[in-house]
């Protein structure tokens, strides 16, 4: 069983950065997309970022231009540089993979392996 581990959460000051990264525990999986979600406190899981097998990119509106969404097949990761954070950007996120085609990389029902999670605090 595949097992997905993010790191690199914290806090931090409006404004300032983070960057996020999901390690891959088997070299030999093969996703079709690689996605990050969060939810805060009393809300539902939603979608922030995605990157498919062919290095297609999709973002949630609310972090377009902020967020940037990457694969590292060397280290067998995938990472997610967060700059200008808002306070609404504080939840826990999750990292998740699909090895499903022909699925929408928005919604969780696509993905089948979901990590722990990790903390991003955004002070105001």
């Known amino acids: 069983q595949v097992q997905l581990v993010e790191s690199g959460g914290g806090l931090v000051q409006a404004g300032g950065s983070l960057r996020l990264s999901c390690a891959i525990s088997?070299?030999?999986?093969?996703?079709?997309?690689m996605g990050w979600f969060r939810q805060a406190p009393g809300k539902e899981r939603e979608f922030v970022a995605a990157i498919t097998w062919n290095g297609s990119t999709y973002y949630a509106d609310s972090v377009k231009g902020r967020f940037t969404i990457s694969g590292d097949n060397a280290k067998n990761t995938v990472l997610l540089q967060m700059n200008s954070l808002k306070p609404e950007d504080t939840a826990a996120y999750y990292c998740?993979?699909?090895?499903?085609?022909?699925?929408?990389?928005?919604?969780?029902?696509?993905?089948?392996?979901w990590g722990q999670g990790t903390q991003v605090t955004v002070s105001s």
């Open positions: 088997d070299r030999t999986f093969s996703s079709s997309v």
């Open positions: 998740a993979a699909s090895t499903s085609f022909r699925v929408s990389v928005y919604v969780t029902d696509a993905y089948s392996f």
